[in-house]
């Protein structure tokens, strides 16, 4: 079985699924870049136009309003499609304790649609943003992509079940795989995470920052432009049925120390920090998550910023473009 890259020559055309999103528009750029002609496919939900405004005239480059939950609607615009990028989610941990549903039905039948809508028409390559949150409190780290987790968030259950599902599909169809389960992925246009809480709370109050759990919960936060690089060189180099990756930076940094940056960023002093304790910040938030990055560094990619630098370029972005 064979990639479609390998097979055409005309102009590649790509479906972006939350194509208005903060990593899906600065992948949709991406591809516009590297000569793809490109979909962006989004409800809105979460995404902003704002994304990709700046787009808006290119003739390589169409936004469609929708939702994956309509197969009727994706089988219609699959027709003369090369690669599906799948970023649309339900992406927030926190959301699914209140919505039990809403990860199965966006995450999950959405995914499902997106297949279907694929087979109808003859898509074969799925590219699919899966997250790091599946590997749970995972007990080897860094966790390589073969760990075996049990899982702590709906959110991190729907994307595994994703994958699962695909990886099904792709034993009676000719569909071929790439999912990478990011870390924290941080950069402009990002306008949820940390980085954006901190933010906002020291503009209400710059004298106190509330943290949530103990401040020692640990991640690795990648910048987004090294993210989709990631996803680019695992996509056109790794040509196996299923390709599965992490996708991180290789050194991880303490809330307390985003914090410390965000308060620099800011030019504070002397921040009280109020701590609502618990070595967690949230049911379903894994306190250390530590990727282990060495079978995508395998085909040439590294991340090109640091943890710090990512950070530093997020609350400087936030900092100039939110108000
Ligand atoms: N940002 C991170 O740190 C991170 C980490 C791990 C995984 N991911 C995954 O990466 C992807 C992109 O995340 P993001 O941070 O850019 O989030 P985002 O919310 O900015 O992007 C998701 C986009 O999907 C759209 N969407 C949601 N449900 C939809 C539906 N049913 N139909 C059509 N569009 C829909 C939203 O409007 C939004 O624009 C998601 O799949 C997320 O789970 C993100």
Redesign the pocket.
């Known amino acids: 079985m064979f990639n479609n890259m390998q097979k055409k020559s005309l102009v590649m055309q790509a479906f972006v ?10 992948l949709v750029d991406r591809l516009i870049a590297d000569g793809y002609k490109v979909t962006a ?8 136009m704002a ?1 990709i405004s700046h787009l808006a005239g290119n003739p390589n480059f169409r936004f469609v309003q ?5 197969l009727d609607q994706l089988v219609e615009l699959l027709k003369g499609q090369d690669v599906v990028f ?7 941990i926190r959301k699914s304790i209140m919505d039990h549903f809403g990860d199965l ?3 999950l039948v ?1 995914h499902l649609n997106l297949l279907e809508a694929m087979i109808k028409n003859e898509v074969r390559d799925l590219v ?6 599946l590997y749970g409190d995972a007990t080897i780290k860094p966790t390589p992509e073969t760990y075996a987790p049990l899982q702590t968030s709906l ?1 991190g259950a729907s ?1 595994l079940a994703a994958e699962a599902y695909t990886e099904a599909y792709t034993q009676f169809s000719d569909i071929s795989f790439w999912a ?7 950069g402009e ?5 940390v980085i954006w809480d901190f933010i906002h709370k020291l503009w209400r109050n710059p004298n106190e920052l509330e943290i949530l759990g103990n401040g020692k919960q640990s991640k690795e936060y ?1 910048y ?1 432009a090294d ?1 989709v690089d990631g996803i680019m060189t695992g996509y056109s180099k790794s040509k196996q049925r299923v390709n599965i990756f992490n996708l991180a930076v290789e050194e991880n940094r303490t809330v307390d120390e985003v914090a410390d940056i965000v308060i620099k960023e800011m030019k504070l002093q002397e921040v009280k920090r109020k701590y609502t304790g618990g070595e967690r910040g949230w049911i379903g938030d894994n306190p250390v998550v530590h990727l282990d990055i060495s079978r995508l560094k395998s085909f040439g990619w590294k991340p090109k910023y640091t943890a710090d630098e990512a950070i530093t370029r997020t609350a400087r972005w936030t900092l100039e473009s939110v108000t």
Do not use: P
């Open positions: 699924t939350g194509g208005a999103g903060f990593i899906g528009s600065h496919f989004d409800n809105l939900s979460e995404g902003k994304n929708g939702d994956v939950k309509n799948h970023l649309a989610a339900q992406a927030n039905e966006n995450n959405g699919f943003a899966s997250t790091s949150a959110y994307k990478y389960r990011f870390s924290n992925v941080v246009r990002c306008r949820r995470g990648i987004v993210c």
